[in-house]
């Protein structure tokens, strides 16, 4: 419980650094490998649409057994993390993960304070297909998301000495999460049931230490088939990506 309690602590009054803190430079790396065939899905179905959770705690989006594994280490507040899911989503999932030849799994680390637990916890708080569109509209919607929730700066000092299984519930409500949430198809009752479930919180701190303790530090950071990669943007990480194989022949 220690550190779901130090995320609710740490740095209530400090947004924007705080959201810049753990976001990388940008940087290219790459893997070789021959032209990889693209794999059909099974029939009357898309890769695009295949979705899990993984035992990482992570949302995997295609083929699980793709050739290319590809895996995004993310913070929901991270400036980085909204650029690249501007840029290189979309083309990510339709030219790449499609073809059967790449799957993309996402996994929220968080670093970035009791924002960045809530908003973990109610990306998973439908179903697991919604997680990643879900995160998405987090990050186009980044800015809105933080000067509202560090407007009330006396409500968050406040709700500082409730129970765990209260605090976050009411740091929803401060923060206007609820309403975001609600229009996104995840009702306020729903939302409010995931973040008063304190097993779950713990266990999604227990999951960033995880990613901690094996040398992930910061956000993004790309894993290709169990390499760390330097590319932390699109442009760079498209190159990679064929670099290994994803294009055509």
Not at 147 to 165: H, K
Not at 169 to 186: M, N, P
């Amino acid at each position: 419980m220690t550190l779901t309690r130090n995320h609710f602590k740490m740095a209530l009054a400090a947004p924007l650094a705080l959201a810049l803190a753990a976001c990388g430079d940008d940087a290219a790396g790459g893997l070789e490998g021959d032209v990889i065939a693209p794999i059909e899905a099974p029939a009357g179905t898309s890769w695009t649409q295949t979705v899990e959770v993984t035992d990482d705690g992570g949302y995997l989006i295609g083929n699980p057994d793709a050739p290319l594994k590809l895996v995004e280490y993310g913070s929901l507040p991270c400036p980085a993390c909204a650029r690249f899911a501007q840029d290189g989503f979309d083309p990510l999932i339709e030219e790449y993960v499609s073809t059967g030849r790449v799957s993309f799994e996402f996994r929220s680390f968080i670093i970035h304070g009791p924002l960045d637990l809530a908003l973990t916890r109610l990306i998973g708080c439908s179903a697991p297909e919604s997680a990643v569109p879900l995160s998405d509209e987090v990050w186009a919607n980044l800015g809105e998301i933080q000067n509202r929730a560090y407007a009330n700066q006396q409500a968050l000092a406040a709700i500082d000495s409730l129970p765990l299984e209260e605090k976050y519930v009411a740091f929803g409500e401060v923060t206007g999460l609820y309403d975001f949430f609600k229009s996104r198809g995840v009702s306020e009752d729903q939302a409010r049931t995931c973040l008063g479930d304190v097993a779950e919180l713990e266990r999604l701190d227990e999951l960033s230490r995880g990613y901690a303790g094996s040398g992930i530090q910061s956000t993004p950071t790309f894993v290709l088939n169990d390499n760390v990669l330097d590319d932390n943007n699109w442009s760079a990480l498209e190159v990679t990506l064929q670099r290994a194989g994803a294009r055509p022949e």
